[in-house]
């Protein structure tokens, strides 16, 4: 049986679909530079190898790069049957982000390489993960009790990792995904504040949201030692939370799994926190 390439496959979701799909009984190879059949974007010399008697590919793309499209190509080559692309939610909505951004020239460009590949895809678009507040974006943040951003009151449907990879598998190993475009939230939109609030009284911590204004935002990232680009960036991000349009609830893991989402106390509950 050909195996299954997780492209970012020790990252928040690619090693929950590495997981997901050896439960399954499907032979996995991991795609990262520290692997045993090593993958590296940035060195398309590695992509051969890494391809080599594979079947199907979850793509994390490289953020801020265009590469997805070549490495596409060179799978279709290979024959591959089947792409499952992480996206995100909003990359062809302007009031997202400007089409030019280096994100979301990442996805836009990805998207329409999976679209125009000739083989079976499926494309993810998520809002922002739960997990940011465990072991991503937020994590630091968490750790000190206070999570400095500039949100306003604006709200997110957070989605959890464990949800997205279980629609990665589904697309990965069964019939009716072909041509899909998942949408994917949790099943309710949560602010800042109130996100903070679960997590405080989950862990027993004091743990505040404190809103801060864009400016001042890139200011305190630079000063942490962050590139201005980077955290020029970062804010924009931010600012589609900070304008409510990722409060939306979201039918993608009903329509994938036949089920509801997880809420955001259920992560709350389950995640491994900061000491």
Excluded: C, K
Excluded at 213 to 238: K, M, N, Q, R, S
Aim: charged share 20%.
């Amino acid at each position: 049986m050909n195996a299954t390439l997780v492209i970012g496959g020790t990252g928040t979701t690619g090693r929950r679909v590495a997981a997901g799909l050896r439960e399954q009984g499907v032979a996995v190879r991991v795609g990262g530079r520290r692997a045993p059949v090593p993958f590296e974007w940035t060195d398309p010399a590695t992509w051969d190898r890494a391809l080599d008697g594979v079947g199907a590919v979850y793509v994390v793309p490289l953020d801020g790069a265009t590469l997805t499209g070549p490495l596409v190509e060179r799978a279709v080559r290979h024959g591959v049957e089947r792409v499952v692309l992480l996206s995100a939610r909003g990359i062809d909505a302007p009031e997202f982000a400007a089409a030019d951004a280096p994100l979301a020239r990442t996805h836009l460009f990805g998207e329409r390489a999976v679209r125009e590949s000739g083989v079976t895809w499926t494309i993810l678009r998520p809002t922002w993960f739960a997990q940011n507040f465990s072991e991503g974006f937020f994590r630091d943040a968490v750790r000190a009790a206070e999570i400095r951003l500039p949100a306003g009151e604006g709200a997110a449907a957070f989605v959890d990792a464990g949800d997205i990879a279980a629609v990665a598998v589904a697309a990965l190993t069964g019939d009716g995904h072909g041509g899909q475009v998942y949408e994917l939230s949790g099943p309710r939109p949560l602010t800042m504040a109130e996100a903070a609030a679960e997590i405080g009284a989950a862990t027993g911590r004091d743990v505040r949201y404190v809103p801060v204004e864009p400016d001042a935002f890139v200011a305190e990232l630079v000063t942490a030692g962050w590139p201005p680009a980077d955290a020029a960036d970062h804010a924009a991000a931010v600012a589609a939370l900070r304008d409510g349009l990722d409060a939306p609830v979201s039918d993608g893991v009903r329509r994938a799994l036949g089920r509801q989402p997880r809420s955001f106390a259920e992560f709350v509950a389950a995640a491994d926190w900061p000491g």
